[in-house]
């Protein structure tokens, strides 16, 4: 089945350090979605992207849609201790029949040393 | 967030027994699903809803039943509970369409033990 693979599984980073986190998909997606989730919370949606090499920021997070829709980035710059969490980008396909199917990678887990 | 509600928050329970949690919401939202977390694979699809009585499986239905009666309950069972369900399981509904999309909102979570 669909595949969304995310790498690394885990981060750790220095504090105001950036770094980026990849999503990729073995097919092509109508849109792809960002999470973030808080230790011990549940996970909160951040952004969607949805046309081909789209790019979108919120403050520090630059999030990008790969041109071929199957792949996705998310690049944090000046990393801070709020930042800490689990990222998961989630890749929507249209199924043959028509329907709409969210595929959710693994998941990356960022901890920040301050 | 969008009125979500899981219950009960945390459970405990023997093999072999049923269990059934819940999914309450309050803006009539027609999209509900049910997703199970756990350690190194993400989150997986169970069961999700696209309206009253209107139902499909995931991508890990195996062992789980839904029901939605009414637009704002969506209950998930395990029929037999086995320790392979123990898991923390998270109620989302979908907000929006097209350009209004506003993602997946998730419950606060159920973690479900099983001994």
């Known amino acids: 089945g669909q595949q969304v693979m995310q790498i690394p599984q885990y981060q750790h980073v220095q504090e105001g350090e950036d770094f980026t986190t990849y999503c990729n998909s073995s097919?092509?997606?109508?849109?792809i979605q960002w999470y973030k989730q808080r230790p011990g919370g549940h996970p909160v949606f951040l952004i969607q992207l949805v046309k081909s090499g789209e790019v979108k920021k919120q403050k520090r997070l630059t999030f990008q849609f790969g041109e071929a829709k199957k792949n996705s980035s998310l690049h944090i710059t000046a990393t801070q201790t709020t930042d800490v969490g689990t990222y998961f980008c989630?890749?929507?396909?249209?199924?043959?029949?028509?329907?709409?199917?969210?595929?959710f990678g693994k998941g990356m887990k960022l901890t920040v040393n301050p | 967030d969008a009125g979500i509600t899981q219950s009960p928050r945390h459970k405990v329970t023997e093999t072999g027994t049923p269990v059934t949690l819940r999914c309450h919401q309050t803006?009539?939202?027609?999209?509900m699903y049910w997703y199970r977390q756990d350690p190194g694979h993400g989150l997986r699809l169970i069961h999700y809803?696209?309206?009253?009585?209107?139902?499909d499986k995931g991508e890990v239905s195996d062992g789980y039943s839904v029901s939605r009666s009414k637009t704002e309950d969506f209950l998930l069972t395990l029929e037999s509970a086995t320790s392979s369900q123990t898991s923390v399981y998270f109620c989302a509904i979908s907000e929006g369409t097209g350009e209004y999309w506003r993602g997946y909102t998730f419950g606060s979570g159920t973690r479900l033990t099983v001994v």
């Open positions: 803006e009539n939202h027609r999209y």
């Open positions: 097919t092509t997606l109508s849109n």
């Open positions: 809803s696209y309206g009253v009585k209107d139902t």
């Open positions: 989630a890749g929507m396909r249209i199924t043959q029949g028509g329907s709409e199917k969210l595929v």
